[in-house]
């Protein structure tokens, strides 16, 4: 199928792509990144936006940078900038290893990591990141620009806090201290499809005991979330398996799981047990 008509708009500052948002956005106004969910949603006629402003030509929305402390993720940074470490230490190698469980090599080209954000699909994997790492994601429009916590982004299924005339203009990620150790693990029937269910941990160990633990869930839910119940069971405790478990259980537990047509809410919680407890085994399998 092809797309319903629209009007085309190729911005090359910031600014001209937010009074575009401003004037277009009123009218189903949409922004156009790495196009990866928008396009094809467009040629089944699943979305019909009336404006596209494709901001692929503002050279500033490039940017990848650390700045106080936090690693800056502008708005046309694609999944492939990831393939190797960006930052030396923990963060750059964790996302390098996230990003290759991301759909497929072609769609890495083009998808963009603000736009995974800004998407919203449950089983995003960067949306996952930005919720256990605590992002914060920076939305600017004509009329100003906000902070916006990652715990108060993601609001539903494909349901963000950002209004109509917003631009995720970029993401920052807090810079991992030395000797974190994180483990990420999903669970898809095929190479490359959707994750029914995945975990993100990153903890330390500190005189033998875990510590500074942060426990992430996602594609299990309308959105990620940090799991604060499964934290408590890692906090101060050795790291053995039964610890592990215990953590696992409070994950399934604490989620309110998604159901379809093959997957049941049991099937679900079993799943996030499985997947948090296999993070949790690869965070201490390595230090990443």
Same mark, same amino acid.
């Given at each position: 199928?092809?797309?319903?008509?629209?009007?085309?708009?190729?911005?090359?500052?910031?600014?001209?792509?937010?009074?575009?948002?401003?004037?277009?956005?009123?009218?189903?106004?949409?922004?156009?990144?790495?196009?990866?969910?928008?396009?094809?949603?467009?040629?089944?006629?699943?979305?019909?936006?009336?404006h596209?402003?494709?901001?692929?030509?503002?050279?500033?929305?490039?940017?990848?940078?650390?700045?106080?402390?936090?690693?800056?993720?502008?708005?046309?940074?694609?999944?492939?900038?990831?393939?190797?470490?960006?930052?030396?230490?923990?963060?750059?190698?964790?996302?390098?290893?996230?990003?290759?469980?991301?759909?497929?090599?072609?769609?890495?080209?083009?998808?963009?990591?603000?736009?995974?954000?800004?998407?919203?699909?449950?089983?995003?994997?960067?949306?996952?990141?930005?919720?256990?790492?605590?992002?914060?994601?920076?939305?600017?429009?004509?009329?100003?620009?906000?902070?916006? %916590? #990652?715990? =108060?982004?993601?609001?539903?299924?494909? /349901?963000? !806090?950002?209004?109509?005339? @917003? &631009?995720? +203009?970029? $993401?920052?990620?807090p810079?991992?201290?030395?000797?974190?150790?994180?483990?990420?693990?999903?669970?898809?029937?095929?190479?490359?499809?959707?994750?029914?269910?995945?975990?993100?941990?990153?903890?330390?160990?500190?005189?033998?005991?875990?510590?500074?633990?942060?426990?992430?869930?996602?594609?299990?839910e309308?959105?990620?979330?940090?799991?604060?119940?499964?934290?408590?069971?890692?906090?101060?405790?050795?790291?053995?398996?039964?610890?592990?478990?215990?953590?696992?259980?409070?994950?399934? %537990? #604490?989620? =309110?799981?998604l159901?379809?047509?093959? /997957?049941? !809410?049991?099937?679900?919680? @079993? &799943?996030? +047990?499985? $997947?948090?407890?296999?993070?949790?085994?690869?965070?201490m399998?390595?230090?990443?």
């Open positions: 199928m092809k797309p319903a008509s629209f009007r085309y708009h190729a911005p090359k500052t910031i600014e001209e792509a937010l009074a575009m948002l401003a004037e277009y956005a009123p009218d189903d106004g949409r922004v156009l990144a790495g196009g990866q969910s928008l396009v094809p949603t467009m040629a089944f006629r699943l979305a019909r936006p009336h596209l402003v494709d901001i692929n030509g503002i050279e500033a929305l490039r940017r990848l940078a650390v700045e106080d402390g936090k690693l800056v993720i502008g708005a046309g940074v694609r999944h492939q900038a990831f393939h190797r470490p960006v930052v030396e230490g923990p963060l750059g190698a964790l996302l390098s290893a996230v990003m290759r469980h991301i759909a497929h090599y072609p769609i890495r080209t083009r998808g963009t990591f603000c736009g995974s954000l800004a998407h919203a699909d449950p089983a995003s994997e960067w949306c996952l990141v930005a919720a256990t790492l605590g992002a914060e994601m920076v939305a600017r429009s004509a009329r100003g620009t906000r902070i916006i %916590a #990652a715990a =108060d982004f993601f609001q539903g299924i494909m /349901t963000t !806090a950002l209004e109509a005339d @917003e &631009l995720l +203009a970029e $993401v920052r990620l810079i991992l201290p030395a000797k974190t150790r994180a483990g990420f693990y999903e669970f898809n029937r095929r190479a490359g499809d959707f994750a029914m269910g995945m975990a993100l941990v990153t903890l330390r160990l500190e005189n033998g005991v875990m510590a500074a633990p942060h426990v992430g869930v996602g594609g299990a309308p959105h990620p979330r940090r799991i604060t119940a499964a934290e408590a069971q890692l906090a101060g405790r050795a790291p053995e398996p039964a610890v592990f478990r215990a953590a696992a259980d409070a994950a399934a %537990a #604490a989620i =309110d799981p159901t379809d047509a093959q /997957t049941d !809410a049991v099937y679900r919680r @079993e &799943l996030v +047990a499985v $997947v948090t407890r296999r993070a949790l085994e690869q965070a399998g390595q230090t990443v």
